[in-house]
């Protein structure tokens, strides 16, 4: 824990990190113009509305599993998320051929892909909550087991693909920025706006929330309705990160636990646009970093892998895993 | 009143409460003592609602615990179990003002703060208000969640152990501040307690459990007696009366 007795003032705080996100945003849209500008904000526009769509659902998604798990280290990537999305990948280029894929309508599979992690996630949970009681802990288990699987069936599907196909999947399984749709974002920033609106309702809940089940019981929460909410909200918000971009694990972890440092409260109210302002931040000024310093030489996911790792295992060092 | 009907609780084959039936009065402090694996934080989480029960019913004034609206239980009746973590960084009053959630939704009022205030008075805990939990011992901590559940203001408040923790001045306190909120503002403590001697000097009714099943109730004049204490712990004592007749039970040697 950062030790720090004196309360700063949450506000304050938000506000620095509100001025950080627009100078990251500026940067981005700015730096190195030539030519027409008209053309280079629209084309640059697209990708900033893509990572921030992005960089909002991982950032909530993140935050709000966290608080149904009471774990600061466990992220909707356990749930088998990430492989799962792979797999699927894996297996429409493998049943239908890359270039039948290539030629769907990408708001059709961004709705295939959203439904089935949507399915796959609410099956899982309901299953695990009619065992009884401490079945997070199951659930998390059942996730890693899923998640192992998953990734084991796509590396055979890979290893036996017709090696063309493979490149375009593992073209997908990299999460990058370059490559926006505007009909998918269109489709992806309302899907977030609908899942804010109904959390809007809950945010105080999620407070209660967070003080573990027993507590929350105690103070009159419907235990078990929220968290099937929740788990229903992080599925789809999920699903739009995964489906725009691809995988990107660690930014999850990275944001929500800069978020909890930073902003001096318990509050979800504060912690989540926290969170989110963190992970634009993270987004575009990597993305500036990527484009003008390495040149294009690498994805953007590799970088924050890289950096979330890192903090990963700062984390496990520091014993935040409770 | 809270009325237990034919509760049980079981794991598989093996019983961990066994169809009890109990009637505890409102108004005063009830102690439930018994050894460990008892039952007794199980049948406290099932009158609760935290636990649900293998079979039987439980009504709270009236309330069928597992039918009623839980934020309407949650205006009747509060409940702190042992061992108690949380995740966020709360401070000391922001804890306790959780309290008031049942009643304001989060929203505090100017009466709810007023509330909050009195009862971080109450337990002594203004020096560290804003002081985050996991930078207080655990004493402090337990009374810090204590005073939450007592921030709910309701009529009944289930405590499972509430001295863990404590040293013998904060548990004496403790005990003195609750029995005076009992007798104040008529409200009914339900206590698991390890101590016996705390439950013969301040509860009014004492339940003595063993092996899932209600030994003894009654009085502490009644439960705590050399042959009861044997029944319930298989332990021999000796039982003193002090010129203020309370009985206070030898079981150190």
């Known amino acids: 824990m950062l030790h720090s007795t004196s309360v700063k003032r949450p506000a304050v705080v938000l506000a620095g990190l509100a001025a950080l996100a627009a100078v990251a945003v500026a940067l981005y849209m700015t730096v190195g113009v030539r030519g027409d500008w008209g053309f280079v904000l629209a084309f640059r526009g697209m990708k900033l509305a893509t990572m921030i769509v992005v960089g909002y659902a991982v950032a909530v998604s993140t935050v709000l599993f966290q608080t149904v798990v009471g774990n600061r280290i466990l992220t909707p990537a356990i749930m088998g998320f990430d492989a799962l999305y792979g797999l699927l990948q894996s297996m429409l280029v493998f049943f239908l051929g890359a270039a039948f894929v290539a030629a769907w309508d990408p708001r059709l599979r961004f709705a295939v892909e959203v439904a089935v992690m949507v399915i796959f996630s609410v099956t899982l949970y309901r299953w695990l909550f009619s065992g009884g009681l401490r079945s997070l802990h199951l659930l998390m288990l059942v996730g890693i087991v899923f998640g192992v699987l998953f990734r084991s069936l796509m590396h055979f599907l890979n290893r036996i693909i017709d090696p063309t196909d493979f490149l375009v999947v593992q073209d997908r399984l990299f999460a990058s920025f370059n490559r926006p749709d505007p009909g998918l974002l269109a489709a992806s920033a309302l899907t977030v706006l609908a899942v804010s609106v109904v959390g809007l309702r809950w945010l105080r809940a999620f407070d209660v929330l967070a003080l573990g089940r027993d507590a929350a019981v105690n103070l009159g929460v419907d235990h078990r309705r929220m968290v099937t909410g929740l788990l229903l909200m992080v599925a789809v918000l999920v699903s739009v990160s995964t489906a725009l971009v691809g995988p990107i694990t660690f930014l999850g972890l990275l944001v929500a636990n800069l978020a909890y440092m930073l902003v001096p409260s318990h509050r979800h109210a504060l912690v989540l646009p926290g969170a989110v302002l963190v992970a634009v931040t993270t987004l575009v000024g990597g993305q500036v970093v990527l484009e003008r310093v390495f040149a294009f030489d690498t994805a953007l996911s590799v970088v924050i892998e890289f950096v979330g790792g890192l903090f990963f295992l700062f984390l496990l060092v520091r014993g935040f895993a409770r | ?253």
């Open chain 2, 1 to 253: 009143m809270i009325d237990v009907k034919n509760v049980s609780k079981s794991y598989g084959p093996s019983v961990v409460v066994d169809d009890i039936t109990l009637r505890l009065p409102a108004g005063g402090m009830i102690s439930i003592v018994g050894a460990n694996g008892a039952g007794k934080s199980t049948l406290l989480s099932m009158i609760s609602r935290l636990l649900p029960m293998s079979a039987g019913t439980v009504t709270v004034h009236g309330l069928d615990v597992t039918k009623a609206p839980s934020d309407e239980l949650a205006r009747r009746l509060s409940i702190l179990r042992q061992d108690n973590h949380v995740v966020s960084r709360l401070t000391v009053r922001d804890l306790v003002a959780f309290g008031r959630y049942p009643h304001s939704k989060g929203r505090l009022t100017e009466a709810d703060r007023g509330h909050i205030d009195r009862v971080i008075g109450y337990f002594e805990l203004e020096p560290f208000a804003d002081r985050f939990l996991d930078e207080l011992s655990g004493g402090q901590r337990q009374r810090a969640f204590i005073a939450m559940v007592l921030c709910q203001d309701t009529d009944y408040i289930l405590l499972d152990e509430p001295l863990n923790n404590l040293d013998i001045k904060h548990a004496v306190a403790m005990m003195k501040l609750f029995r005076r909120t009992a007798d104040t503002f008529g409200k009914t403590f339900v206590m698991v307690l390890h101590d016996i001697n705390f439950a013969s000097c301040y509860s009014d009714h004492t339940v003595a459990m063993r092996d899932g099943r209600v030994v003894h109730a009654g009085t502490p004049a009644d439960v705590i007696t050399p042959a009861a204490i044997r029944d319930v712990y298989g332990l021999d004592t000796t039982v003193q009366e002090t010129p203020e007749g309370r009985r206070i039970v030898h079981y150190y040697v």
